[in-house]
């Protein structure tokens, strides 16, 4: 018999988590601390003060286990969270496969992805200090509508700089940022010294995270009223995160399963580190024993080709200096669909998980990527965003394993946000469009020739 039930699992909204994980706290070895990029000495919470609220700041440096969640961020997060908890039986069913399919789906927020998770509290506390306007910078264009629209609920101003080649592909993300207030920009522009700088050398340049990141940061230090708003890679990003990880966990008992392989997605980490970082400190208590796997794109690896060294966070090397896998600041990734796997680096925090051995990473091409959101659409009826294609050939990667093994397997992914505004890359795929790029060995060797010497 066909199986076609949607089984849900679904927790009250006073089950939004009261705290955050952050899994600094139970680490077996610290992480290495960010360094000035003038000094080279380790950063003080002062040299950041510029760019973000002090709350936030301590945050970054936290060792404590648990923070608070503020009761109006918690506010904000019921119109959305919990998000739900969904078994694929559809797809098991496709793929005739004995493994268990599990996906956290953070699709439902109203900016479509697991965005709003940081958006929202980061938009509260610099409100609490008094900031008028955020400046930041995106890629598909889905960290923009997040701040965009948590600007507009606490009434301050936004300012994005759009990667150019996501501005171009994606007009209705940018719509929706307008939507929200916000003030949005192609990266490179000629606003920024930055920006000036790339475009007298490149005049077509597609642009990138790197080079957007220096156009916000470069234009929140040189004006006392706004604060500079990063969707990824720091800390208290992947602090926010954990809500995916500690409702998942809840979820999962609610199911009576326990995952062996849990998967995500990663271009700056937070969503990986969202789901997973709950579920790494578990591991590391010994109550679980899950493989933890990143999975990225094959254009762009940096967890499984970068180096695990000091680097810059942005292409005009404004950003402090920070311990990540990269692929080198001025690496310019091609141009993929999936905009918000298209970063340099990767969040310090799942760096260095990585290279505790406390985590796996493995990249897909992009075709494969999307042939595997096509498979999920159709048997879930969710069109999911380009970046979440990736988790998705992971999982379904996984449970043909365990067919073959002839084994059931218990696998959880998130579903980090919709492709409803991404119908263009599924328009170019079904048409034959879209290409896999190889691993651009030469221009990443270019980059990494490039890295900052840190001793
Ligand atoms: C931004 C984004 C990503 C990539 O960012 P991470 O910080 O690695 O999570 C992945 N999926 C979606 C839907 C995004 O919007």
């Known amino acids: 018999m066909l199986r076609m039930e949607t089984i849900q699992y679904n927790l009250p909204q006073n089950r939004i988590p009261l ?15 960010p360094l000035h990029p003038g000094t080279l000495k380790p950063l003080g919470p002062d040299d950041l003060a510029p760019l973000f609220p002090m ?13 608070e969640i503020p009761g109006e961020v918690r506010q904000v997060y019921a119109q959305w969270r919990p998000s739900p908890l969904f078994r694929a039986r559809r797809l098991e069913q496709a793929l005739d496969t004995p493994a268990h399919i599990y996906y956290k789906n953070e699709g439902v927020s109203p900016a479509g992805s697991h965005k709003p998770n940081t958006a929202v509290p980061q938009a509260f506390y610099n409100k609490q200090a008094g900031t008028k306007r955020l400046s930041t910078e995106t890629g598909a264009g889905q960290w923009g509508s997040a701040l965009a629209m948590a600007c507009a609920f606490f009434g301050m101003e936004c300012k994005v700089y759009m990667v150019r080649v996501s501005y171009d592909q994606k007009p209705y993300r940018r719509a929706l940022m307008e939507v929200f207030g916000a003030s949005v920009t192609a990266s490179p522009s000629s606003e920024t010294q930055t920006g000036r700088a790339i475009l007298a050398a490149h005049p077509d340049s597609n642009g ?6 220096s156009e916000a940061v470069e234009i929140a230090a040189s004006d006392p009223h706004t604060k500079y708003a990063l969707g990824s890679v ?5 602090l926010h ?6 409702e998942a966990i809840e979820q999962m008992a609610l199911a009576g399963d326990e995952p062996d392989v849990i998967l995500a997605c990663a271009g700056g980490g937070s969503n990986f580190a969202g789901l997973t970082m709950p579920y790494v400190g578990r591991n590391l208590k010994g109550q679980s024993h899950a493989r933890i796997v990143a999975v990225e794109p094959a254009a762009c690896p940096s967890l499984t080709k970068g180096q695990f060294t000091y680097d810059f966070g942005d292409t005009g090397h404004l950003t402090p200096l920070v311990k990540m896998h990269t692929l080198g600041s001025t690496f310019m990734p091609p141009g993929i669909h999936a905009g918000g796997l298209r970063y340099h680096g990767m969040a310090p925090l799942v760096s260095h998980v990585k290279d505790l051995g406390l985590i796996e990473a493995t990249a897909v091409h992009q075709l494969d990527a999307f042939a595997a959101g096509i498979q999920f659409a159709r048997a ?9 294609n990736h988790a998705i050939a992971g999982a379904i990667y996984e449970a043909l394993e365990a067919k073959r093994e002839g084994k059931p397997r218990t696998i959880l992914f998130n579903l980090s946000g919709h492709g409803n505004f991404d119908m263009q890359s599924y328009i170019d795929f079904q048409a034959g469009k879209l290409q896999n790029y190889e691993y651009p060995a030469e221009e990443i060797a270019m980059a990494l020739a490039g890295l900052p010497t840190v001793l």
Do not use: F
Request: hydrophobic letters at 50%; proline letters at 9%; charged letters at 15%.
């Open 19 to 33: 705290a955050w994980y952050n899994i600094v706290a139970d680490l077996p070895k610290p992480m290495a601390p």
């Open 55 to 67: 709350s936030l700041i301590m945050q970054e440096v936290s060792t404590e286990r648990e923070i």
């Open 208 to 213: 990138s995270l790197g080079i957007a990141i």
């Open 234 to 238: 720091l800390n208290h990003v992947m």
């Open 241 to 246: 995160q954990t809500v995916i990880g500690l």
């Open 380 to 388: 879930e009826g969710i069109v999911p965003a380009p970046e979440s």
